[in-house]
């Protein structure tokens, strides 16, 4: 109980603080809508198959992701309040709680350019209930790794664009799987029994990348 | 790998060394004088069986390596260790890039031939490549840690992590992907097309090479001891 | 191509089973759906003497690899020994 009860409060006070200034989450959306719309202007009118579409979707929430979550413990840095959290809150609680922030900014990120892509290219989605286990799936996994690696940069005295270099190359067994579940999706005719094994695979993954990222959390995070 | 002396033993060192120089002299006497069955498409280049192939069995020795000394970089904090974790990835980094430089070149004068292709997606070569990327972003991240033993902890837990996420390549990427490799789909197995006395090289071409890894990874994680003696810096 | 008694002997057995020109090691390959074009003079030397060239190819470049790696250390050792000589070699870490 204790434990969720530091979660929930780390968990609680960045919702708070975020509501105030709302400067993560109009980043993400402001990031999200104009690459969504240079791609849209990029294709024209030509139509794109649905391995293209679901490849650029997830392109997008990539980028957005080690774009706008790098900065979860870089802004702990500039306010001064490490210390303080490094005192009061155990690792693993710190963790779970920035953890479950960044994946609720993740979904607004799946929602909005879920959306707006729609529209834009017209997608038809044959299987919604998939599509939406793929994004929400993928999302937990990318979470997890974006959350590790965000306290890592944190560390780091030149932070600049190093969150992608190093969040990409692990993402890659993710990004394949992620992309395939949502073109099976898109597609349809598949059913559960096409998509089952790329969605076993990426809750496999966001498993082991959660449970890596927790037992090594408390080396980044300790001084 | 005992968990003891923090210096290399020169002495072992260099008997080692000296078993493994012969050894591989003798393993490429062997893979150019030895007749092997005439295979069809493959004929002489069979024979890069003993040179390609053990490129990404040392590649993964030394990730293997590198890996179990950052783990204990995070048990012990010892910068040692860390000097080991890094000298072994830049070691098995330059095996990755051998690796896939020579299957590039075996691929194109052989399956692609009368073709414009050089990169194939083949899955073992996506792979390697992202083994690569993998290790360019620890380097970049090495250089972004001013202070040492801070550094030698991050980037073994950067080290680590990546480590857990790799396996599911395995997995991943040969059902995306068409591949030339003996024992994928629509492939021979690797026992079908490797006659028993291709085998004979084989096996002791990969103990050899995995050797020279050894030898080369020695070699710098002495200097890098002598430099970190000298001026309080591990990195090398 | 000239085989060796052994092998010649195991290639027999197995050619009693498929009465072709190939040996029993020989298979279809993924890459072999691949439209080709003419050669290009590089093949063409690439190709020669049953495509030895290419495992000539293979050692050169892990050689030159190494030989590369070789050098580097010896950069890496030389500037450590310089650095020594401007310092003086006493180790004072208690190593």
Known sequence: MNWIRGSWAVLQKDVQLEMRSRYALNMLLMFVLSSLLLIAFAIGQESVSERMQSALLWIVILFSASIGLGRSFVAEEERGTVLLLQLNVPGSQVFTGKLVFNFLLLLAVDLVSLVVFALLLNMVIESWWLLVLSLVLGSVGLAGATTLLAAIIARASNKGPLLPVLLFPLLIPLLLSVVRASRAALEGGLGFSGASGDLQTIALFSGVVITAAVLLFDYVWQD | MDNTPPVVNVRRYTVIRNIILVWVTVVLFAAFLLNIPKINILEHTARNLYFHVPMWFTMMAAVFVSAYHSFQVLRSGDLVRDIRALQA???????????????????????????????????????VSLQLLIYGAYFVLR????????????????????????PFLLYVIPRQMESLHPGAEGNPAFSEITHPIMRLVFYPAIIGFIGLFWVMYTQRVRTALLKYRVTHDPEL | MALSPFIAQEVAQEAQDQATQATAYDSVWAGDAVPTQALSGMEQVMLSNDKLYVVLAVVLIIWI???????RNDNRLKSVERTMEERGTSFDDGL
């Open chain 2, 89 to 127: 990835a830049r070691v098995g980094a330059f095996f990755g890039i051998l690796g896939l430089v020579t299957g590039i070149v075996w691929s194109k004068f052989t399956w692609y031939v009368g073709t414009d292709v050089w990169w194939n997606f083949d899955p073992r070569q996506s792979m």
């Open chain 3, 65 to 71: 690899g190494i030989v590369i790696l070789l050098l």
């Open chain 2, 143 to 166: 250089g972004a840690l001013d202070d040492p033993s801070k550094r030698a902890r991050i980037a073994a837990v950067y080290n680590l992590f990546a480590a857990t996420t790799t």
